[in-house]
C-alpha cells in the first residue's frame, strides 16, 4: 500500500494548509519557494558549507553521533548566513502558518532552529521521531512547534527523501509505526514538508553513488520553551541588530512576561 501524502499549493490560503496539518499532521506545499528564492538560497548556502564535512563536529553525547548520521552535512544559524532565509523568517506561509497554529498558545513564537541537512550517498535511515521528544519531560496539553522541510533540490526515495507517518501526531507516545504505514515525501526543488512536531518522521536512506539531497530545515515553538538552537550564538549580535523587529524577536529577544529577561526587563532594548 502506498501512503500519500497531500499536497497544497503554496499559493491556497492559510486554511487549507491548517485542515491538512489537523488531519495528517504533515503536508507538502508544492513550490513553496520561487526559483530566485531557492538560487539564492542555494547561494548563500553554498559559501556557508565551504570545508564543512559530513558528520557532528561537537557532539553532546554518541547518541546524537548516530541519530544525526555520519554521512550527512549539517550546519546551522541560516538567520546569519543568509538574507534569504531573513527574509523567509519574517514574513512566508511558516510565519502565516504558525500564527495560526501556534499563537494562540503563547505571546510570541520562536524560531527553533534553522538547518541546513545535506544527506550524502550511502546514509542509512534516520530513526523515526517526534520533533516534541526535545521537550520529553513535557506532557503538553497542546500543539508546541510547527515544522518544515525545504526541498532546495530534488527528493527522491533513492537519495534520501524524509519518511512520514500520516496520523501519528494522534497516537499514543509508545506507537510505533509499521512499514506500510510511511510515507514518503517525494518533492521536486522548492517545494516544502510542513509537519507538526508531534508527527513522527524521520531522514530517508541515501542509496546513491553520487548525489547530495539538500534540504533547508525550519520551524516555530511556543515563545515560553527553550529551542534546539542557541541562536543567541549561531546568529552574531551584530548581524541580529540590521535585522526586522520581528525577526528578532523570532530569534529570542522579546522577553515572554518573566522569561528570557535582561536586567530583568526586555532585552529589545539592547537594540536601542
Same mark, same amino acid.
Given at each position: ?145 510547527? &515544522?518544515?522541510?525545504? %526541498?532546495?533540490?530534488?527528493?527522491? $526515495? @533513492?537519495?534520501?527523501?524524509? *519518511?512520514?507517518?500520516? =496520523? ?69 549580535? &551584530?548581524?541580529?541588530? %540590521?535585522?526586522?523587529?520581528?525577526? $528578532? @524577536?523570532?530569534?529570542?529577544? *522579546?522577553?515572554?512576561? =518573566? ?14
Amino acid at each position: 500500500m502506498t501512503v500519500r501524502l497531500r499536497r497544497i499549493e503554496s499559493a491556497s490560503d492559510t486554511t487549507s494548509l491548517a485542515e491538512a496539518l489537523e488531519a495528517d499532521g504533515a503536508a507538502i506545499v508544492s513550490q513553496a519557494l520561487s526559483p530566485a528564492q531557492r538560487a539564492t538560497l542555494n547561494e548563500d548556502l553554498d559559501r556557508a558549507l565551504d570545508g564543512i564535512e559530513p558528520g557532528l563536529r561537537h557532539p553532546p553525547s554518541q547518541f546524537f553521533v548516530e541519530f544525526y548520521g555520519s554521512k550527512t552535512i549539517r550546519i546551522d544559524g541560516l538567520p546569519g548566513k543568509s538574507e534569504a532565509f531573513v527574509d523567509l523568517l519574517e514574513d512566508s506561509f511558516m510565519t502565516r502558518i504558525a500564527d495560526r497554529l501556534i499563537l494562540p498558545h503563547c505571546q510570541h513564537y520562536l524560531l527553533n532552529t534553522a538547518q541546513l541537512i545535506q544527506i550524502g550517498p550511502g546514509e542509512s535511515n534516520q530513526w523515526l521521531h517526534r520533533d516534541e521528544n526535545a521537550w520529553s519531560h513535557l506532557a503538553p496539553a497542546h500543539l508546541l512547534q510547527v &515544522e518544515a522541510m525545504f %526541498a532546495l533540490t530534488r527528493f527522491t $526515495r @533513492e537519495n534520501g527523501c524524509t *519518511r512520514v507517518v500520516p =496520523g501519528s501526531h494522534r497516537w499514543d507516545s509508545d506507537r510505533e509505526a509499521t512499514e506500510d504505514e510511511i510515507g514518503h515525501a517525494e518533492m521536486d526543488a522548492g517545494d516544502a514538508l510542513v509537519y507538526l512536531g508531534s508527527t513522527i518522521h524521520g531522514g530517508g536512506a541515501n542509496t546513491t553513488s553520487d548525489e547530495w539531497r539538500r534540504g533547508m530545515f525550519f520551524g516555530f515553538v511556543v515563545g515560553w520553551l527553550r529551542t534546539e538552537e542557541n541562536l543567541y550564538l549561531t546568529v552574531p549580535f &551584530e548581524k541580529a541588530r %540590521a535585522m526586522p523587529e520581528i525577526v $528578532r @524577536e523570532r530569534l529570542g529577544y *522579546r522577553a515572554h512576561d =518573566g522569561i528570557g529577561v535582561v536586567d530583568v526587563g526586555d532585552p529589545m532594548a539592547l537594540f536601542q
